[in-house]
């Protein structure tokens, strides 16, 4: 990384964890091409400020294990069904940053040379010090992770400053704002109080890995137009997840 940040932002190096949905547009299922262009231009301008990027995104629009496995199928192999999933997702948004100028590698847990470099962490930092934004596919190439555990290993091993959680709605609540009127959003809320509560921010796992090695979660709305470069800059509505 650079001795300093660009001026713009707080930030030199950032995860982006979005959802397999995020990319389903108002489709039930599988990748609308708009709204994963949508996406990597959020990427793209927050790029442009000079920030390392990471990203994870998962691969609930295509398969679910948990769901899979709920219907009879052996744990094991519907979590490796999962993981490869996130790969044609992230290549999708590869293929769209690319498109958009962005220098960009999906790196694969599961080794598959053929469409994606193999995770070495030398190597991924190298991708980040020359500007290229690094997807991290597969998971963390392990059955019963999920990709918030795998995003939340990835921003530590890649000296990330924090994840930014890109979600439907703009932070943490204490209840569905979809569905309660009275839901009362915070500011900022700690780890400890995000599991006790059992908030749905990441699932327990990730939450006391990011705990453990003080990584600051942001969550904020995917959906806002310009949302991800505002954040960065201190502006626009989220939540911080902090020790």
Request: contains cysteine.
């Given at each position: 990384m650079s001795?300093t940040a660009?001026p713009?932002?707080?930030f030199?190096?950032?995860?982006l964890?979005i ?5 389903m547009g ?5 990748l609308h091409?708009?709204?994963v262009e949508?996406?990597?231009r959020?990427?793209k ?5 000079g920030?390392e990027?990471?990203?994870v995104?998962g691969?609930?629009n295509i398969?679910?294990?948990l769901?899979?496995?709920a219907?009879?199928?052996e744990?094991?192999?519907?979590d490796?069904?999962g993981?490869?999933?996130?790969v044609m997702?992230a290549l999708a948004?590869q ?6 100028g962005?220098?960009?590698r999906?790196?694969?847990a599961?080794?598959?040379d053929?469409v994606?470099e193999?995770?070495i962490?030398r190597?991924?930092?190298?991708h980040?010090e ?5 997807i991290f596919?597969?998971g ?9 555990t ?5 921003a530590?091993e ?6 930014f959680?890109?979600?439907?709605v ?5 209840k569905d704002p ?5 839901a ?6 700690s780890y400890?109080d ?6 749905q921010?990441m699932?327990a796992?990730a939450?006391?890995?990011a705990?453990?090695n ?20 201190g502006?626009?509505t989220?939540?911080?997840?902090h020790?």
């Amino acid at each position: 990384m650079s001795d300093t940040a660009p001026p713009e932002t707080r930030f030199q190096r950032v995860l982006l964890k979005i959802s397999g949905e995020a990319l389903m547009g108002d489709q039930g299922y599988g990748l609308h091409p708009p709204t994963v262009e949508r996406i990597a231009r959020e990427v793209k301008s927050v790029h442009d400020l000079g920030v390392e990027i990471c990203m994870v995104i998962g691969g609930g629009n295509i398969f679910r294990g948990l769901q899979g496995s709920a219907q009879g199928m052996e744990r094991t192999t519907a979590d490796y069904m999962g993981m490869l999933a996130t790969v044609m997702n992230a290549l999708a948004m590869q293929s769209s940053l690319e498109k958009m100028g962005v220098y960009c590698r999906v790196i694969s847990a599961i080794r598959m040379d053929e469409v994606a470099e193999p995770y070495i962490r030398r190597r991924a930092v190298r991708h980040l010090e020359k500007k290229r934004v690094c997807i991290f596919a597969a998971g963390t190439g392990n059955p019963y992770f999920t990709t918030d555990t795998a995003a939340t290993l990835r921003a530590n091993e890649m000296a990330c400053e924090a994840i930014f959680k890109g979600t439907k709605v703009d932070g943490v609540y204490d209840k569905d704002p979809m569905t309660n009127t009275d839901a009362k959003r915070y500011d900022r809320i700690s780890y400890d109080d995000v599991l006790v509560q059992h908030l749905q921010v990441m699932d327990a796992s990730a939450i006391a890995l990011a705990r453990d090695n003080n990584l600051p979660i942001i969550v904020f709305s995917l959906d806002e137009p310009g949302g991800f470069k505002g954040i960065l800059a201190g502006h626009g509505t989220y939540t911080t997840v902090h020790g």
